[in-house]
């Protein structure tokens, strides 16, 4: 429990499905203090118990520290990806299970879909607990609310894992959510909604890493695509691709980062243009149609093979386009990805998510993409 609106209701709606519940909350620093104040009272007012697990150093190990590796190294992470994997979804449903607990239910918008092998009866992600002696195969599917969908951030669990949790919230959308938690007084403490990442304050990317080790942040040139020097960046983990603020200024249309050069501590950027047979604006080089993914996890195998169309998202917020698998690289357990359209800014460290329909298939961590230059 976040002692959020969304993890109260979580709780709320399982107690009258008639399930045995307690709250869980996780420490992982000071920032999450409130949270625990916030879920205490819930759970308070629901009567039911509550425990804190103290996750504060393998949080820090896990997730802060690799956080600030990767920008360091010139690529742009992405922690919540990784916290539902190893922390939400390893050590807090671990500690679920020692607690007592037989499922772990979270206010993710997502679904599970049950499907029992050899049978024609397929359960959607209602609160009804299937028993089998056929192993059970979970589908995650999107949210019914697509404004609120989290599954982008869920791609790399596993099937034990799935087969633990339960996500009430998948088929209601936020402002029912809203609605219910309203109606029963589940509003508890001071209620802010972010979807930014929980332990950087204020959302102060540069301050952060300063304070992770101000010693890598080393200033160096910023190039164009044909290698002229057009002023100076502030060290490369404060840049990413696509990135726009805090670059050039005064030379007529903006520029964006294009590429981080790690080996030459130099920040390559491109100009937008106007292209009159597209009728919009390109920005040179910041438009890719090939990419690799790496660090592959795949939910449902059988969708994914060499030639086969898929949808990919490579942002959270991205609408997801038509793209195909052009090759494996076995070696290395790598894809080979080619978009039909050209898709902007795809950044080394981002994940790149594979679906068909609602369902997720599968993803993996952008590797490297070639940029088009016009």
């Not at 690529?75 to 990806?81: F, H, R």
């Not at 997720?360 to 070639?370: A, D, E, F, H």
Request: aromatic share 10%.
């Amino acid at each position: 429990m976040s002692g959020g609106v969304d993890s109260s209701v979580a709780i709320f709606l399982l107690l009258k499905k008639g399930y045995n519940v307690f709250g869980l909350t996780m420490r992982l620093g000071e920032f999450s203090e409130p949270a625990i104040q916030n879920a205490k009272g819930v759970c308070r007012k629901l009567e039911v118990k509550h425990y804190v697990v103290d996750f504060e150093k393998e949080f820090k190990k896990r997730i802060i520290n690799p956080f600030c590796r990767s920008y360091f190294q010139g690529v742009t992470p992405n922690p919540c990806v990784w916290c539902n994997e190893k922390i939400k979804f390893g050590l807090l449903l671990r500690a679920a299970g020692k607690l007592g607990a037989d499922y772990l239910a979270t206010g993710h918008y997502a679904r599970l879909r049950r499907e029992i092998p050899n049978s024609k009866c397929q359960v959607p992600n209602k609160f009804k607990i299937i028993n089998s002696k056929n192993q059970t195969i979970y589908r995650l599917l999107k949210a019914k609310d697509k404004t609120r969908d989290q599954s982008y951030f869920l791609y790399r669990l596993k099937q034990s894992q799935l087969r633990k949790i339960i996500f009430p919230l998948g088929n209601l959308t936020k402002n029912e959510v809203k609605k219910i938690a309203m109606e029963n007084g589940l509003i508890v403490g001071k209620q802010r909604e972010s979807r930014e990442i929980c332990f950087v304050p204020d959302n102060n990317y540069q301050s952060f890493l300063k304070k992770c080790d101000s010693r890598k942040l080393k200033p160096g040139p910023i190039k164009d695509l044909r290698g002229n020097v057009l002023g100076e960046h502030r060290g490369l983990a404060l840049y990413t691709i696509g990135q726009r603020k805090g670059l050039v200024g005064g030379r007529g249309k903006p520029f964006y980062v294009v590429k981080i050069d790690k080996k030459n501590n130099a920040v390559i950027v491109g100009q937008e243009k106007i292209l009159p047979s597209r009728r919009n604006f390109w920005s040179e080089g910041l438009f890719q149609r090939r990419f690799i993914v790496k660090n592959i996890n795949l939910l449902n195998k059988r969708k994914i093979k060499k030639g086969g169309k898929i949808m990919v998202k490579v942002r959270s917020q991205h609408p997801g386009v038509l793209a195909r698998i052009s090759g494996w690289i076995f070696s290395t357990k790598e894809l080979k990805i080619k978009f039909k359209i050209p898709q902007r800014a795809l950044a080394p460290g981002q994940s790149a998510v594979f679906y068909s329909g609602n369902e997720v298939l599968g993803g993996g961590i952008i590797k490297k993409s070639k940029n088009i230059i016009l």
